[in-house]
Protein backbone atom coordinates (compact mmCIF):
# COMPACT_ATOMS: atom_id res chain seq x y z
CA UNK A 1 0.00 0.00 0.00
CA UNK A 2 0.85 3.45 -0.49
CA UNK A 3 2.12 5.07 3.09
CA UNK A 4 1.62 9.12 3.71
CA UNK A 5 4.57 10.86 4.16
CA UNK A 6 4.35 11.44 7.86
CA UNK A 7 5.72 15.25 9.04
CA UNK A 8 7.98 15.86 12.34
CA UNK A 9 4.76 16.76 13.99
CA UNK A 10 2.33 13.57 13.06
CA UNK A 11 2.96 10.14 14.82
CA UNK A 12 6.42 12.11 16.00
CA UNK A 13 6.25 10.23 19.85
CA UNK A 14 4.81 7.53 18.72
CA UNK A 15 7.45 6.68 16.32
CA UNK A 16 10.32 7.71 18.78
CA UNK A 17 8.65 5.43 21.84
CA UNK A 18 8.68 2.68 18.88
CA UNK A 19 12.38 3.66 18.28
CA UNK A 20 13.20 2.92 22.21
CA UNK A 21 11.90 -0.02 22.25
CA UNK A 22 14.33 -2.44 24.32
CA UNK A 23 15.37 -5.10 21.88
CA UNK A 24 13.36 -4.00 18.35
CA UNK A 25 12.66 -6.29 15.78
CA UNK A 26 12.70 -4.40 12.48
CA UNK A 27 12.40 -8.10 10.75
CA UNK A 28 9.02 -8.88 12.21
CA UNK A 29 7.62 -5.68 11.84
CA UNK A 30 4.84 -5.40 9.94
CA UNK A 31 5.25 -3.43 6.43
CA UNK A 32 3.20 -0.26 7.39
CA UNK A 33 4.89 0.25 10.37
CA UNK A 34 8.00 -0.28 8.49
CA UNK A 35 6.81 2.57 6.17
CA UNK A 36 6.31 5.04 8.51
CA UNK A 37 9.58 4.40 10.17
CA UNK A 38 11.16 4.44 7.09
CA UNK A 39 9.40 7.80 6.10
CA UNK A 40 10.06 9.58 9.39
CA UNK A 41 13.74 8.99 9.13
CA UNK A 42 13.87 10.13 5.67
CA UNK A 43 12.65 13.43 6.59
CA UNK A 44 15.43 13.88 9.48
CA UNK A 45 18.48 12.62 7.77
CA UNK A 46 17.25 13.98 4.46
CA UNK A 47 14.74 16.81 4.49
CA UNK A 48 15.67 18.39 8.13
CA UNK A 49 19.76 17.63 7.22
CA UNK A 50 19.75 15.83 10.68
CA UNK A 51 23.24 13.72 10.97
CA UNK A 52 22.90 10.11 11.80
CA UNK A 53 24.75 11.08 15.74
CA UNK A 54 21.49 13.99 15.70
CA UNK A 55 19.04 11.56 15.12
CA UNK A 56 20.52 8.97 17.95
CA UNK A 57 20.17 11.54 19.69
CA UNK A 58 16.55 12.36 19.32
CA UNK A 59 15.78 8.67 19.72
CA UNK A 60 18.33 9.03 23.15
CA UNK A 61 20.44 6.71 24.93
CA UNK A 62 21.58 5.36 21.51
CA UNK A 63 24.45 5.72 19.75
CA UNK A 64 25.24 6.92 15.87
CA UNK A 65 25.84 2.83 15.15
CA UNK A 66 22.19 2.06 16.45
CA UNK A 67 21.24 4.63 13.71
CA UNK A 68 23.22 2.86 11.06
CA UNK A 69 21.53 -0.31 12.00
CA UNK A 70 18.19 1.38 11.68
CA UNK A 71 18.81 2.86 8.55
CA UNK A 72 20.23 -0.40 6.98
CA UNK A 73 17.26 -2.53 8.13
CA UNK A 74 14.60 -0.12 6.68
CA UNK A 75 16.41 0.50 3.22
CA UNK A 76 17.29 4.55 3.92
CA UNK A 77 19.87 5.44 2.29
CA UNK A 78 22.42 7.88 4.27
CA UNK A 79 23.61 10.81 2.80
CA UNK A 80 26.68 10.69 1.40
CA UNK A 81 29.47 11.94 3.66
CA UNK A 82 30.81 14.87 1.10
CA UNK A 83 27.27 16.34 0.73
CA UNK A 84 26.58 16.18 4.15
CA UNK A 85 29.94 17.92 5.47
CA UNK A 86 29.28 20.91 2.54
CA UNK A 87 25.87 21.12 3.14
CA UNK A 88 26.63 21.67 7.34
CA UNK A 89 29.12 24.24 6.33
CA UNK A 90 26.97 26.31 4.17
CA UNK A 91 24.50 25.92 6.79
CA UNK A 92 26.84 26.60 9.45
CA UNK A 93 25.47 23.54 11.12
CA UNK A 94 29.01 22.00 12.20
CA UNK A 95 29.09 22.52 16.32
CA UNK A 96 32.50 22.67 16.15
CA UNK A 97 35.24 24.16 13.89
CA UNK A 98 38.39 22.50 12.66
CA UNK A 99 41.21 24.73 11.70
CA UNK A 100 44.23 23.89 10.17
CA UNK A 101 47.48 22.99 11.21
CA UNK A 102 49.58 26.40 11.38
CA UNK A 103 52.62 24.86 13.48
CA UNK A 104 55.88 25.75 13.12
CA UNK A 105 58.13 22.97 11.64
CA UNK A 106 59.71 22.47 15.63
CA UNK A 107 56.07 22.10 16.67
CA UNK A 108 55.46 19.53 13.48
CA UNK A 109 58.18 17.59 14.50
CA UNK A 110 56.90 17.79 18.54
CA UNK A 111 54.04 15.86 17.67
CA UNK A 112 55.36 13.45 15.74
CA UNK A 113 57.76 12.33 18.63
CA UNK A 114 54.60 12.38 20.39
CA UNK A 115 52.86 10.48 18.37
CA UNK A 116 55.45 7.04 17.95
CA UNK A 117 55.21 7.33 21.72
CA UNK A 118 52.08 7.36 22.50
CA UNK A 119 49.41 9.25 20.27
CA UNK A 120 46.59 6.71 18.24
CA UNK A 121 46.28 8.63 14.96
CA UNK A 122 43.87 7.10 12.54
CA UNK A 123 41.91 8.25 8.64
CA UNK A 124 38.17 7.91 10.11
CA UNK A 125 37.31 9.02 6.69
CA UNK A 126 37.91 10.91 3.98
CA UNK A 127 39.77 14.57 4.55
CA UNK A 128 39.90 14.23 8.39
CA UNK A 129 42.09 12.54 10.97
CA UNK A 130 41.60 11.54 14.19
CA UNK A 131 43.88 11.69 17.61
CA UNK A 132 43.19 9.95 20.28
CA UNK A 133 45.08 8.87 23.31
CA UNK A 134 44.25 7.10 27.01
CA UNK A 135 46.22 7.98 29.94
CA UNK A 136 45.36 8.25 34.15
CA UNK A 137 47.72 11.54 34.27
CA UNK A 138 46.00 14.91 34.28
CA UNK A 139 49.32 16.12 32.88
CA UNK A 140 48.83 14.12 30.09
CA UNK A 141 45.13 15.52 29.44
CA UNK A 142 46.24 19.02 30.01
CA UNK A 143 48.91 18.75 27.02
CA UNK A 144 46.61 17.14 24.77
CA UNK A 145 44.11 20.11 25.01
CA UNK A 146 46.76 22.69 24.72
CA UNK A 147 47.86 21.00 21.42
CA UNK A 148 44.77 20.35 19.65
CA UNK A 149 42.09 22.06 20.98
CA UNK A 150 43.21 25.60 18.82
CA UNK A 151 42.58 22.69 16.08
CA UNK A 152 39.09 20.80 16.94
CA UNK A 153 37.00 20.00 19.64
CA UNK A 154 38.56 17.34 22.19
CA UNK A 155 36.38 14.66 23.60
CA UNK A 156 37.41 13.79 27.03
CA UNK A 157 35.05 10.57 28.12
CA UNK A 158 36.14 8.10 31.60
CA UNK A 159 36.76 4.40 30.37
CA UNK A 160 37.16 1.56 32.54
CA UNK A 161 39.78 -1.10 31.10
CA UNK A 162 38.13 -4.71 32.41
CA UNK A 163 42.09 -6.39 32.01
CA UNK A 164 43.55 -4.27 34.71
CA UNK A 165 40.23 -3.08 36.58
CA UNK A 166 41.00 0.07 36.63
CA UNK A 167 40.10 3.69 35.28
CA UNK A 168 41.57 5.93 32.80
CA UNK A 169 40.58 8.91 30.66
CA UNK A 170 40.46 8.56 26.94
CA UNK A 171 40.32 12.13 24.54
CA UNK A 172 40.61 12.07 21.26
CA UNK A 173 40.10 14.77 18.57
CA UNK A 174 39.10 15.03 14.60
CA UNK A 175 41.14 17.35 13.09
CA UNK A 176 41.53 17.83 9.21
CA UNK A 177 43.64 16.95 6.56
CA UNK A 178 46.66 19.63 7.44
CA UNK A 179 47.63 16.95 10.05
CA UNK A 180 48.17 14.18 7.74
CA UNK A 181 51.56 14.17 8.73
CA UNK A 182 50.93 12.06 11.79
CA UNK A 183 50.16 9.45 9.51
CA UNK A 184 53.42 9.44 7.48
CA UNK A 185 55.95 6.39 7.49
CA UNK A 186 58.22 6.71 10.46
CA UNK A 187 61.41 6.07 7.89
CA UNK A 188 60.56 9.45 6.27
CA UNK A 189 59.82 11.06 9.34
CA UNK A 190 63.16 10.35 10.97
CA UNK A 191 64.32 11.17 7.77
CA UNK A 192 62.94 14.28 8.13
CA UNK A 193 63.39 15.38 11.68
CA UNK A 194 66.81 14.53 11.56
CA UNK A 195 68.24 17.52 8.73
CA UNK A 196 68.02 20.19 11.56
CA UNK A 197 69.14 20.62 15.04
CA UNK A 198 66.18 22.39 16.39
CA UNK A 199 63.74 19.49 14.64
CA UNK A 200 65.44 17.13 16.05
CA UNK A 201 65.70 18.08 19.71
CA UNK A 202 61.91 19.19 19.40
CA UNK A 203 61.18 15.18 18.21
CA UNK A 204 63.07 13.84 21.14
CA UNK A 205 60.89 16.05 23.66
CA UNK A 206 58.31 15.13 21.87
CA UNK A 207 59.01 11.02 22.45
CA UNK A 208 60.26 11.94 26.16
CA UNK A 209 57.06 13.63 26.90
CA UNK A 210 54.78 10.56 25.63
CA UNK A 211 57.18 7.53 26.94
CA UNK A 212 60.40 8.50 28.69
CA UNK A 213 61.35 9.50 32.28
CA UNK A 214 63.50 12.11 34.38
CA UNK A 215 64.85 10.21 37.23
CA UNK A 216 66.19 11.87 40.38
CA UNK A 217 67.52 9.14 42.82
CA UNK A 218 69.85 8.46 45.82
CA UNK A 219 73.48 6.81 44.85
CA UNK A 220 74.91 6.23 48.25
CA UNK A 221 74.95 9.08 50.21
CA UNK A 222 74.41 11.45 46.96
CA UNK A 223 72.07 12.38 44.14
CA UNK A 224 71.77 10.77 40.75
CA UNK A 225 70.05 11.29 37.14
CA UNK A 226 68.62 9.51 34.61
CA UNK A 227 66.87 10.25 31.20
CA UNK A 228 65.18 7.31 29.92
CA UNK A 229 63.33 6.60 26.80
CA UNK A 230 61.22 3.37 26.67
CA UNK A 231 59.16 1.31 23.84
CA UNK A 232 58.53 -2.12 22.35
CA UNK A 233 59.87 -0.90 18.82
CA UNK A 234 63.72 -1.79 18.70
CA UNK A 235 63.91 0.55 15.74
CA UNK A 236 62.43 3.50 16.99
CA UNK A 237 64.45 2.99 20.28
CA UNK A 238 67.95 2.69 17.84
CA UNK A 239 67.30 6.33 16.15
CA UNK A 240 66.85 7.88 19.64
CA UNK A 241 70.12 6.38 20.33
CA UNK A 242 71.69 7.25 17.35
CA UNK A 243 70.16 10.48 17.54
CA UNK A 244 71.82 11.35 20.78
CA UNK A 245 75.15 10.25 19.72
CA UNK A 246 75.02 12.63 17.02
CA UNK A 247 74.17 15.50 19.31
CA UNK A 248 77.06 14.50 21.52
CA UNK A 249 75.83 12.94 23.71
CA UNK A 250 76.95 9.40 25.77
CA UNK A 251 73.80 7.46 26.27
CA UNK A 252 73.80 3.47 26.93
CA UNK A 253 73.44 1.30 23.71
CA UNK A 254 69.56 -0.16 23.45
CA UNK A 255 69.02 -2.73 26.10
CA UNK A 256 66.03 -5.30 26.35
CA UNK A 257 64.72 -3.73 30.08
CA UNK A 258 61.35 -6.00 30.18
CA UNK A 259 60.85 -9.68 28.02
CA UNK A 260 57.63 -10.48 26.69
CA UNK A 261 55.70 -12.03 29.21
CA UNK A 262 56.83 -9.91 32.11
CA UNK A 263 53.80 -8.35 34.43
CA UNK A 264 54.02 -4.98 36.16
CA UNK A 265 53.72 -5.03 40.19
CA UNK A 266 51.15 -2.06 39.77
CA UNK A 267 48.05 -2.81 37.75
CA UNK A 268 49.78 -6.54 36.48
CA UNK A 269 49.94 -5.68 32.95
CA UNK A 270 51.57 -8.65 30.85
CA UNK A 271 54.00 -7.40 28.64
CA UNK A 272 52.81 -8.60 25.13
CA UNK A 273 56.21 -7.28 23.23
CA UNK A 274 59.30 -7.13 24.25
CA UNK A 275 59.82 -3.11 26.01
CA UNK A 276 63.15 -1.69 24.97
CA UNK A 277 65.28 1.19 26.47
CA UNK A 278 67.60 4.09 26.29
CA UNK A 279 69.29 5.75 29.18
CA UNK A 280 71.61 8.56 29.66
CA UNK A 281 73.25 8.34 32.94
CA UNK A 282 76.23 10.98 33.34
CA UNK A 283 74.86 13.67 35.36
CA UNK A 284 76.44 16.57 33.52
CA UNK A 285 74.71 15.06 30.12
CA UNK A 286 71.93 14.79 31.49
CA UNK A 287 71.23 18.20 32.56
CA UNK A 288 72.80 19.38 29.28
CA UNK A 289 70.46 17.45 27.51
CA UNK A 290 67.55 18.70 29.75
CA UNK A 291 68.26 22.17 29.03
CA UNK A 292 67.63 21.62 25.32
CA UNK A 293 65.00 19.66 24.76
CA UNK A 294 61.37 21.91 24.56
CA UNK A 295 59.19 19.75 26.34
CA UNK A 296 55.91 20.54 27.64
CA UNK A 297 54.50 17.41 29.90
CA UNK A 298 54.06 19.17 33.30
CA UNK A 299 55.57 17.14 35.35
CA UNK A 300 58.56 16.45 33.11
CA UNK A 301 58.93 20.36 33.20
CA UNK A 302 58.79 19.86 36.77
CA UNK A 303 61.03 17.08 37.12
CA UNK A 304 63.78 19.32 34.58
CA UNK A 305 62.97 22.40 36.85
CA UNK A 306 63.93 20.51 40.10
CA UNK A 307 67.15 18.67 37.96
CA UNK A 308 68.72 21.69 36.87
CA UNK A 309 68.68 23.22 40.15
CA UNK A 310 70.94 20.68 41.31
CA UNK A 311 74.79 20.27 41.41
CA UNK A 312 77.02 16.65 40.98
CA UNK A 313 77.94 15.97 44.18
CA UNK A 314 74.94 17.14 46.24
CA UNK A 315 74.36 14.91 49.14
CA UNK A 316 70.61 13.35 49.01
CA UNK A 317 69.73 13.79 52.48
CA UNK A 318 69.82 17.56 51.21
CA UNK A 319 67.42 16.90 47.98
CA UNK A 320 65.29 13.79 48.86
CA UNK A 321 63.08 15.77 50.74
CA UNK A 322 62.18 18.11 47.68
CA UNK A 323 62.33 14.54 44.89
CA UNK A 324 60.20 13.10 47.53
CA UNK A 325 57.44 16.07 47.93
CA UNK A 326 57.12 16.33 43.98
CA UNK A 327 56.63 12.21 43.74
CA UNK A 328 54.19 12.88 46.05
CA UNK A 329 52.44 15.60 44.59
CA UNK A 330 52.79 13.90 41.10
CA UNK A 331 50.60 10.59 42.41
CA UNK A 332 48.12 12.64 44.37
CA UNK A 333 47.33 14.35 41.16
CA UNK A 334 47.33 11.44 39.42
CA UNK A 335 44.88 9.50 41.60
CA UNK A 336 42.40 12.10 41.84
CA UNK A 337 42.31 12.37 38.40
CA UNK A 338 41.72 8.40 37.90
CA UNK A 339 39.14 8.59 41.25
CA UNK A 340 37.06 11.21 39.00
CA UNK A 341 37.21 8.79 35.75
CA UNK A 342 36.11 5.99 38.23
CA UNK A 343 33.05 8.49 39.30
CA UNK A 344 32.16 9.97 36.14
CA UNK A 345 32.17 6.42 34.61
CA UNK A 346 29.74 5.06 36.92
CA UNK A 347 27.49 8.30 37.16
CA UNK A 348 26.96 6.82 33.99
CA UNK A 349 23.19 4.33 33.89
CA UNK A 350 24.38 2.55 31.22
CA UNK A 351 27.27 1.17 33.39
CA UNK A 352 27.27 -1.50 35.98
CA UNK A 353 29.36 -1.96 38.77
CA UNK A 354 32.53 -3.85 37.47
Not at 166 to 191: C, G, M, P
Not at 287 to 311: D, F, M, N, S
Amino acid sequence: MQVNRVTLDESRESLLALLRTKGLSIKYMDEEKKGELRQFLVLLHNDKGMSLNDVAKLIGNKTSGYTSWLFRQLGVKCRPFEEARLRGIREKRRKYERKPFDGSDEDRAYLLGLRHGNLSVSRPWKGVVRVSISTTHPAMSELFHSLFDPYGHVYQHPRYKKDTKSYEWNLQVIVDNTFDFLLEDRDAVWKWVAERESTLLAYLAGFLDAEGTISINAARLLISMDVAYYNTNVELITFVFHSLKGLGFRPSPPYLDKKRGFVTPGYHIEMKRDYWRVVLSRFEECKRLLGRLPIKHREKVQKRTLALGLALGQSWIEVGPRVQGLRMTIKASRDAFVAEAQRVYLANPRHQMP
